[in-house]
Structures are given as C-alpha cells and as structure tokens.
C-alpha cells in the first residue's frame, strides 16, 4: 500500500470513528426530522421492482386528508423537533385530487413538503398549483431512456411523461433557484446498467443536477423478479458511482450522484455517496401508512417493524379517526430499530464489520429472527 492510500485509509478510519460517536448520540436523542406520509396504494402504473406491491385498485382505502392532519397537529404539539420534512408518496400521490389542500396545511404547520413521483399525471398546471401550495421538494423516478424505463415501468408513455415533469422541475429551478429542490432516482439492475454512462450524459444535458441510484432489493414483485445484480456487476455499479461524482462532460457539465442508503460499502463508503451508511429508520424517520400503520422508512414493511396504528382498535371500523398518539408511539416503541444488537447473528454475528454496518438496512429483513437478504459488503468482494 503506497503512502497516498495508507494516509487516505486513516482519514476515512478516524471520520468513521467521530461518525459512530455522532451515530450513537443520534440514536439516544430520536429525533423525528423526517416523515413518509403513504397517502395511497393506488398506482396509474405497474412496474416489476415495485417493493409495495401497489395496484390500479388498492384494496386498502386513500388514507383521508383529515386524518394524516391530525396526526400531524399532534407531532407538532409534542415533537421539539421544528424542521421536520413531510416526504407524501404511495403508490403514485397525484391520483388524489387533493394535495395542495393538504400542501397549505402542512405549509402551515411550518413543515416543508415534497412529492415522489412517476410524473405520468404531473401536467404543468398540476406542478404550478403544488408549487403555489407550499411544495419545496419533488423526486421522479427513471430507469434509462425509453427502452429501458418501459421495461421496468410496463408503460409506453411512461418514458415521455417523466421527461415532461423533469423539464418542468429544471425550467422552474433556473428562475427561481432553491425554492424547489429536485433530483432524480434510477433504480439500477442488470437490463439498464450499461447504458448508465449515456444517461448521466442525457441527465446532464436536460439541466438536472442532482441524482440519486438504488439497487433494487427482493421486497413486493421485486422479489417476485429477477432484478438483483450480481456480485460483478455490483462491483462496476460502484465503480460508476465513484468516477461520475468527479465526471465532467466535455461542456465541464456535472451532475451530483449519491448512492442510496441502502448498505455499508466498506472502501467505498464516502467515495459513492456524500455519508456514511446509516439506517435512520425509527431513528430520525418515521412513517404513516396508508392503512394507519406507524413505521419507519416506507421500504422497511415488515410485521416486526411496525410499532403500531393510529387508529387503535377501531383500525378495521368504518369510521376512521385518530385514537393514538404518533408521538407517543415514537417516544416508547421503536425499541428495536434503536437497539440492532439482535442483527448480531448467523454471518453477521462472526462479520468484523458489524459496529460500522450494524445489520445492514432494516428493509433487507423479512423478519427479526432471519438474516439480511443480501449484504452489500460482500456483493463487492470484501471479506466478513
């Protein structure tokens, strides 16, 4: 090892030991800075790595406007934390009619607010009316160019709609700056990996600035297709990863790439994404479910990781309302998304990694008694 590496190996040693004081800290204080509001389990499309399974018709009812509110007066009664992020995603949240009505609310309330979306119902006119309601943040989701976002997306237009919604995103952030904050997510599996190249390059060209990669897990009808990658093209991911966050197009152009937050990365950690790998569910995330269900991160929908319901003991009546605190829910369960000592099992229990990684990412189990369905830091070749 030469004395350029040697001296990078330390630095990134001793920033990981202050990151695992701060991580501690974090865990002990919980405080609630950011929440998934899962307006809907309707979807307008149909894609194969969809991890919440989500249809035209859900059988689980659009959780009401007025519901999602009150739990959000009680969060800001009895939460200290003031910034908090209200993150509204489904299924897709522009089938409901009634976003902005709730965006002027939650604006209220002091909270900002964002969308996730596939962008196949965001019109211009649809944008500016969520605009005008408060919304600072939206997300869309593309998977490649045409070919390859039709494949995963199973819809013709899908590729010509999320176009439209980014040129409105990029148009709108060029006069007006920070007001809105914008990137884009490709979820990455071995059918549009080589053409990731092309597509920073078209990203780059339309104006987008910021972009963020998934790998896609074994969750919904992910699990039911085969959409993982394989531990070499893991590898090359990674290597993208890393050379595009220095890449610059031959206009001197560049794009901002962070990989998600999905696992620990060993040599890789800070290289493929500006954090070190940190599972913030229950943590510093929390989540409303459609179907009232108090959790975390929307990806992590497991029977063990649910902490409870908003609606109590009428969750199945017709007439639904508000019977629990989502404060004190959060202040008194969670237990086991603070304490992952119970991850410390099988290959993870014998994994000299296990302090930095702590398990891996709770999404990557289906239970607490069984083992992460894969674990990142051996998809790259690294030795537990």
Known sequence: MNHQKLSMNIKTTFKHSIFRIYRKQAIKNHKLNYLFWECTLRCNLNCL??????????????????VFLKVLDDIKEKNPEKRMMICITGGEPLLRNDLEEVGKEITKKGYNWGIVTNGMLLTKQRFYSLINAGMTAISFSID?????????????????????????????????????????????????????????????????DAWRIFSIFPEGRAGKNDLSLSNEEYKKLMDFIVETRSYKDKNGHSIHLNY?????????????????????????????????????????????????????????????????????????????????????????????????????????????????????????????
């Not at 790595?49 to 007025?66: T, V």
């Not at 494949?151 to 995103?169: D, H, M, T, W």
């Open 49 to 66: 790595h969809c991890g919440s399974d989500c249809l035209k018709n859900s059988k689980i009812p659009d959780m009401p406007a007025a």
């Open 144 to 208: 490649g160019f045409e070919k390859e976002h039709t494949f995963l997306r199973v819809n013709p237009e899908s590729y010509k709609n999320v176009c439209s919604g980014i040129a409105l995103a990029v148009e709108f952030q060029k006069k007006y700056g920070n007001r809105l904050v914008f990137d884009v997510i490709t979820c990455v599996h071995s059918k549009n990996l080589e053409i990731l190249e092309n597509l920073r390059d078209d990203l780059i060209c339309k104006g987008v």
């Open 260 to 384: 998600s937050c999905e696992g620990w990365l060993g040599g890789y950690e800070l290289k493929a994404r500006d954090f070190f790998f940190f599972c913030r569910g229950g943590i510093n995330v929390g989540s409303v479910m459609c179907d009232g269900s108090i959790g975390a991160c929307l990806s992590v929908r497991t029977k063990d990781f649910i902490q409870g319901n908003i609606y109590g003991q009428t969750k199945d009546s017709e007439e639904k309302k508000v019977c629990v605190s989502y404060m004190d829910v959060w202040n008194t369960e969670f237990k086991n998304m603070r304490d992952r000592f119970w991850t410390k099992k099988g290959k993870c229990g014998k994994c000299s990694q296990w302090k930095k990684c702590m398990g891996n990412g709770l999404h990557l189990y289906h239970d607490m008694n069984c083992e992460p369905a894969h674990c990142n830091y051996e998809l790259l070749g690294f030795k537990r």
